[in-house]
């Protein structure tokens, strides 16, 4: 289809892009890539593409440079079968050669994880007749719930019940710089906590009645309880021995903690490794003018940096439509396919190629026609049959050019544009929705200035931004390693009405 657009462009400001005068900022039509000189006519064009499926073998890095987040649980569901996370993660304590004083004996141990929440969405229960078992002090308990952010089924036989394991590691894990992948095989031995995790994580102050002071408090977290023996055996009986003195002996000496879930089906939820510790609560004799005592004290294990943590992901693809996607090697990149698995955490991209036939008509018509490329968008729909269901839908991709150097000329140049969005979803709460991945740059250098044609490739995930100042990492850094999510969408598929399509707009003088 081809359609003519006249006039719906101002000129403001113009620079020299290629051939043709160009505006520094893109109109609203695709957000930055239709730019039109003064008394142009526009004409848009639509080209086939062919879109295919690559294999990553279920696989991706996933140490500790790779996951801000670390993502635990398991979701089941046809098109993409099973997936279940672990997380292993060395510790380090607070404080090396620790003193815990005569006659130490832990009272308790609980790991401390602080996954994503929904702080807009609280429930509060308060006791007033509270009664806090450490002196039997009257007070106030207040505990607020706020339901950890999901991704899969929020409620399987009308609950969101997990049970989390915590395993003590046996194998080493080396440096946390060093690289690792989702597929590592990671040994562990006896289980040392648990905990039957509802789907909420919980903050709890407790105030003394006399005075309004705090007694106790913590903020919202998931609080798993550990085995106060191991710790008391592992640890409090070591107190002196070389074991504990030094980051080199205690990492080979306590060699990690594995979290995992029981069940094969639910949902994922993420958490951030660098705020998650253990805490051992132990008593000790204190004597002060002959009087001898056992004050209540704590000491901590950080699992924050430098601590090497890995994600595990396993799957089981029997009987799913996913399971058929060959090897990357064999991907089919001729004629294409026509669904499109995209999927985190290793799971399957996608390749598009714009073909060389479509590449010298648009040559053709810069060389003859002396057209200017001033708009174009690779539109994607969501398959309105194969992923009809209520799953979030991703709202943006990791998006290069295959044997990608570096960002693509589009988010290179306009990132800090106000308006500007390499990816745009639309209706993404109806079926179908679609995505416009814009290419403007990119194809007027394939065209204007002989720049190689290469494959793009789309991963589930998005660039990773620095909190900080707002801009991207680098092109290296995205969240592939921990995004939960999962899509299907229209690839080439020529009966197809929302097959996937490069929309072009050119213009002449």
Known sequence: MIKNIKNIFQIASVIVFGSVFLYNCEPEADALGEQFFDGADGTEVQYDLIAYNINNNDTVRSDAQEIPLATLGAFSEGIFGMQKTAFVSQLRPSLFDPVFGDNAVVDSVVMVIKPLYASDSVTTSTDENYIHPDGNIAAKKIVNAYPVYKYGKTKINGNTNFNIRVHEVTDFLAAGSDISYSNKTVNYGSEIGHKLFDGKVYSTSITKDADNSSIWSHEASLRIPMNPTFFQTKIIAKQGSADLKDAASFI??????????????????????????????YKSDKTENGTVTRPQSSFKFTMGAPNAHIGLYTYNRIDTPVATIPPASSSNTVTGDPKLYLQGMGGPSAGISIPASVIATLKDKFKNDKIGIMGAKIRVYTDEIAWNNKFQKPTSFVFLQKGATDFLPELASFAQLPQFSLVKAFDLDKNPGYYDFTVTQTLKEIIE?????????????????????????????DSRSYTPNRVVLVGTDPGNTKKIQLKVIYGTK
């Open 252 to 281: 080979r000496y306590f060699r990690g903690v594995r979290l995992s879930v029981d069940e094969n089906d639910g949902y994922l939820f993420r958490f951030t490794p660098e705020s998650a510790e253990i805490i051992m609560y």
């Open 449 to 477: 200035s002989e720049a190689p044609n290469k494959d793009f490739i789309i991963h589930a995930g998005e660039f990773r931004v620095d909190p900080n100042t707002g801009k991207y990492y680098g092109y290296r850094f």
